[in-house]
């Protein structure tokens, strides 16, 4: 039985005094934190299970063994027996994986089992492991007879291998870590056998400062992942395992590489160590791969891939006989998730889900559904199954949505991603009928929310709060889940049931009708005032000796300033000039150019058009350069509702509708374009207000 000391002392302290520890007063006694304490839990449940034994709560959380005292006596007996370790198998291939990249080239098979205190026997399963997991990286570790073994790639490949190999098998461990040290712990040995406490601390601290600053907000597991990628970025390079400098004058221009440049750089002042160009350029990959939190952070920018997303899902709404196409969440979603996603398969970075195996056999006419729409619509992209799983969970969670009203509210604190999270939320709607109200937090809002108005907390991960009581679940919430869940609301509903009568239900439900009136009013008038605004200010421009694209835009924009549109015409000039240093505007297949930009000096959505006699080239979405005949417009204010981002996601994934469409918006017809957005307009309304 393989156990370490802390599950060994925790059974022999439940068993001794059953009912009186608790997660609290276990983590008190053995002094590590409740978060670690609900870790060992998990596996000590497995433990227990193999002995027919199951570990239950008391009604005051109190832990307990339950079973036939035979089986329970079996227990203790096999305890008495066993010598518990403090490694695990995971951690032994960390051990192992480091030390082939760190000391190698080469090593004996006999060395290298001695070193790591294991048998050749053993030795050699992990190194097959370790080969297919390698194998992923275009990494080859080959065994020969008088040579020993040997692990051949670059530097490059190396880094993501033994990054992904901590996110996938530690990430719980790192996220503790860095709590521990964000509260000022003292840590003295590297975290997991490999980080340096300084060096994950400064990272987490810089990178921290630079993306609030700059106003990114990662999806968690890709924040980690990041911190991660620069810490072993920062101890390779020190060690003097340097990266192949590459000439990537493209990458050097864009937003990205100037903030990783500008956190490389304060790193290198506090940490005394020297990056380089090469470094720098490998992190922003790892960057710009990275996932943004709030799906409300895309807006209208990847027309082409908008598209190709909303193909996808009327292919699978038609294979499922269920129409998605008019919801805008799922196309949200999609956009967010699928633009990174689709940059890192194309830099081969590595995409991995835990959960691909198990959204298969649970969702498998879905999962099959996507694969086959994806295929079709992205001809140039493979998608693997793991991130196919992802998307598949997106879908799921559009299927699940349209639940009957409850009682209870809940907070899922949900890291896995924006689909996951959703699907978990709606699955939890589904089975507990009990439930009304499901609200989404990363952990980094968990932290800061206010948890008073939530009757259950429900987390896919073990939190690093030891204040807080909370329910561990799958996030495809299993049948076990969902009975946890119940018992602990039966447990629990006197307290949540007074809770609400003080609140004064009955008139809560009176004004939560009124509240839905008047949020349907405001979203008519805001959905009437954008299309007013759009039609109101729409026109077409005829440039027939344009010096340049930009004077065409700078024109446009100081009319707007005339017309009451735009305070600042320097300030929006300039957004929408670095909006195109970012990538390509011009759409492909088409003469048309998409300038667009989001500002606090524009008063009021605005879609206009440029018509050029004499074409101007400018870099397409493709990355190549293209002529442009049809210059179109578009700008908002910074801060726009989720009606007014319908809005002008509609306009921008229609220019490429189909031909007749990239005809009309490609032409100089004012009256035909004028006519294309009214009936755009009046389809939305009918198929997504009303319908509402």
Same mark, same amino acid.
């Given at each position: 039985?393989?156990?370490?000391?802390?599950?060994?002392?925790?059974?022999?302290?439940?068993?001794?005094?059953?009912?009186?520890?608790?997660?609290?007063?276990?983590?008190?006694?053995?002094?590590?934190?409740?978060?670690?304490?609900?870790?060992?839990?998990?596996?000590?449940?497995?433990?227990?299970?193999?002995?027919?034994?199951?570990?239950?709560?008391?009604?005051?959380?109190?832990?307990?063994?339950?079973?036939?005292?035979?089986?329970?006596?079996?227990?203790?007996?096999?305890?008495?027996? @066993?010598?518990?370790?403090?490694?695990?198998?995971?951690?032994?291939? /960390?051990?192992?994986?480091?030390?082939?990249?760190?000391?190698?080239?080469?090593?004996?098979?006999?060395?290298?089992?001695?070193?790591?205190?294991?048998?050749?026997?053993?030795?050699?399963?992990?190194?097959?492991?370790?080969?297919?997991?390698?194998?992923?990286?275009?990494?080859?570790?080959?065994?020969?007879?008088?040579?020993?073994?040997?692990?051949?790639?670059?530097?490059?490949?190396?880094?993501?291998?033994?990054?992904?190999?901590?996110?996938?098998?530690?990430?719980?461990?790192?996220?503790?870590?860095?709590?521990?040290?964000?509260?000022?712990?003292?840590?003295?040995?590297?975290?997991?056998?490999?980080?340096?406490?300084?060096?994950?601390?400064?990272? =987490?601290?810089?990178?921290?400062?630079?993306?609030?600053?700059?106003?990114?907000?990662?999806?968690?597991?890709?924040?980690?992942?990041?911190?991660?990628?620069?810490?072993?970025?920062?101890?390779?390079?020190?060690?003097?395992?340097?990266?192949?400098?590459?000439?990537?004058?493209?990458?050097?221009?864009?937003?990205?590489?100037?903030?990783?440049?500008?956190?490389?750089?304060?790193?290198?002042?506090?940490?005394?160590?020297?990056?380089?160009?090469?470094?720098?350029?490998?992190?922003?990959?790892?960057?710009?791969?990275?996932?943004?939190?709030?799906?409300?952070?895309?807006?209208?920018?990847?027309?082409?891939?908008?598209?190709?997303?909303?193909?996808?899902?009327?292919?699978?709404?038609?294979? %499922?006989?269920?129409?998605?196409?008019?919801?805008?969440?799922?196309?949200?979603?999609?956009?967010?998730?699928?633009?990174?996603?689709?940059?890192?398969?194309?830099?081969?970075?590595?995409?991995?889900?835990?959960?691909?195996?198990?959204?298969?056999?649970?969702?498998?006419?879905?999962?099959?559904?996507? $694969?086959?729409?994806?295929?079709?619509?992205? $001809?140039?992209?493979?998608?693997?199954?793991?991130?196919?799983? =992802?998307?598949?969970?997106?879908?799921?969670?559009?299927?699940?949505?349209?639940?009957?009203?409850?009682?209870?509210?809940?907070?899922?604190?949900?890291?896995?991603?924006?689909?996951?999270? $959703?699907?978990?939320?709606?699955?939890?709607?589904?089975?507990?009928?009990?439930?009304?109200?499901?609200?989404?937090?990363?952990?980094?809002?968990?932290?800061?929310?206010?948890?008073?108005?939530?009757?259950?907390?429900? @987390?896919?991960?073990?939190?690093?709060?030891?204040?807080?009581?909370?329910?561990?679940?799958?996030?495809?919430?299993?049948?076990?889940?969902?009975?946890?869940?119940?018992?602990?609301?039966?447990?629990?509903?006197?307290?949540?049931?007074?809770?609400?009568?003080?609140?004064?239900?009955?008139?809560? @439900?009176?004004?939560?009708?009124?509240?839905?009136?008047?949020?349907? %009013?405001?979203?008519?008038?805001?959905?009437?005032?954008?299309?007013?605004?759009?039609?109101?200010?729409?026109?077409? =421009?005829?440039?027939?000796?344009?010096?340049?694209?930009?004077?065409?835009?700078?024109?446009?924009?100081?009319?707007?300033?005339?017309?009451?549109?735009?305070?600042?015409?320097?300030?929006?000039?300039?957004?929408?000039?670095?909006?195109?240093?970012?990538?390509?505007?011009?759409?492909?297949?088409?003469?048309?150019?998409?300038?667009?930009?989001?500002?606090?000096?524009?008063?009021?959505?605005?879609?206009?058009?440029?018509?050029?006699?004499?074409?101007?080239?400018?870099?397409?979405?493709?990355?190549?350069?293209?002529?442009?005949?049809? %210059? /179109?417009?578009?700008?908002?204010?910074?801060?726009?509702?989720?009606?007014?981002?319908?809005?002008?996601?509609?306009?921008?994934?229609?220019?490429?509708?189909?031909?007749?469409?990239?005809?009309?918006?490609?032409?100089?017809?004012?009256?035909?374009?004028?006519? $294309?957005?009214?009936?755009?307009?009046?389809?939305?309304?009918?198929?997504?207000?009303?319908?509402?």
């Amino acid at each position: 039985m393989f156990i370490t000391s802390r599950e060994k002392a925790i059974i022999e302290l439940i068993v001794k005094t059953s009912g009186k520890h608790t997660v609290h007063s276990l983590s008190a006694y053995l002094n590590v934190s409740g978060r670690t304490i609900q870790r060992n839990l998990k596996s000590i449940e497995g433990i227990l299970a193999q002995h027919q034994l199951q570990l239950k709560r008391t009604p005051n959380d109190g832990l307990f063994i339950e079973g036939k005292n035979e089986n329970i006596y079996r227990l203790i007996q096999h305890l008495a027996e @066993s010598s518990p370790t403090d490694e695990t198998p995971e951690e032994r291939k /960390l051990n192992l994986l480091i030390t082939l990249l760190h000391e190698g080239p080469s090593f004996k098979q006999q060395v290298l089992a001695h070193q790591l205190g294991i048998s050749v026997t053993t030795l050699a399963a992990h190194l097959d492991e370790l080969a297919d997991w390698l194998d992923k990286f275009s990494i080859t570790l080959t065994r020969k007879r008088g040579v020993g073994v040997e692990l051949v790639a670059d530097e490059a490949s190396k880094r993501h291998a033994l990054a992904s190999f901590f996110l996938v098998y530690f990430y719980e461990d790192i996220i503790e870590s860095l709590y521990l040290l964000q509260k000022g712990d003292a840590i003295e040995q590297p975290v997991l056998g490999y980080f340096k406490p300084d060096c994950l601390s400064a990272v =987490y601290q810089i990178v921290d400062q630079h993306l609030a600053k700059a106003q990114l907000n990662l999806v968690d597991s890709d924040y980690i992942g990041l911190v991660v990628h620069i810490c072993l970025t920062i101890q390779r390079t020190a060690n003097d395992f340097l990266m192949t400098e590459t000439n990537d004058v493209e990458n050097q221009y864009t937003n990205e590489y100037r903030l990783m440049k500008e956190m490389c750089r304060e790193l290198e002042e506090r940490l005394s160590v020297n990056m380089t160009d090469g470094d720098i350029n490998e992190l922003t990959v790892i960057l710009k791969g990275s996932k943004i939190q709030d799906p409300n952070a895309v807006y209208y920018d990847s027309i082409f891939l908008g598209h190709l997303i909303k193909k996808v899902v009327k292919d699978v709404s038609e294979k %499922l006989n269920v129409d998605l196409t008019d919801d805008f969440s799922l196309f949200q979603g999609l956009l967010a998730h699928m633009g990174p996603s689709i940059f890192r398969l194309q830099q081969q970075m590595e995409l991995f889900n835990p959960l691909t195996d198990e959204i298969k056999e649970k969702y498998p006419v879905l999962f099959l559904a996507v $694969k086959k729409s994806l295929e079709t619509e992205f $001809k140039d992209v493979h998608f693997p199954e793991a991130e196919v799983a =992802y998307i598949v969970l997106h879908f799921g969670s559009a299927l699940l949505m349209n639940e009957e009203k409850v009682k209870i509210d809940a907070v899922v604190v949900c890291p896995t991603g924006i689909g996951a999270s $959703k699907m978990l939320a709606s699955r939890i709607q589904k089975e507990l009928k009990m439930i009304s109200n499901v609200d989404i937090f990363s952990i980094s809002d968990f932290r800061s929310a206010d948890l008073s108005s939530y009757d259950i907390v429900i @987390s896919t991960v073990r939190l690093p709060f030891t204040d807080v009581d909370y329910i561990l679940v799958n996030p495809l919430l299993s049948e076990k889940d969902i009975g946890i869940i119940q018992d602990y609301l039966q447990n629990n509903v006197e307290k949540i049931t007074r809770k609400k009568y003080l609140k004064g239900a009955p008139r809560e @439900s009176g004004g939560k009708e009124r509240t839905e009136v008047r949020g349907l %009013l405001k979203e008519i008038k805001e959905v009437h005032a954008s299309i007013e605004s759009i039609l109101d200010h729409f026109r077409v =421009y005829r440039k027939p000796s344009a010096e340049s694209h930009l004077h065409v835009l700078e024109e446009m924009v100081h009319q707007a300033e005339a017309d009451g549109l735009v305070k600042n015409p320097d300030a929006v000039m300039g957004q929408l000039v670095e909006r195109e240093e970012k990538g390509g505007l011009g759409i492909p297949n088409t003469h048309m150019g998409l300038f667009h930009c989001r500002d606090a000096n524009v008063q009021k959505l605005v879609f206009q058009a440029a018509h050029l006699d004499k074409p101007c080239v400018i870099k397409g979405m493709d990355g190549k350069d293209q002529e442009i005949r049809s %210059l /179109l417009l578009m700008i908002a204010p910074e801060n726009l509702s989720t009606r007014e981002q319908e809005i002008l996601s509609l306009i921008s994934t229609s220019l490429i509708e189909n031909h007749v469409s990239m005809m009309i918006f490609s032409s100089s017809n004012e009256s035909m374009i004028y006519k $294309k957005l009214e009936d755009l307009f009046l389809d939305y309304l009918q198929n997504n207000l009303i319908k509402d």
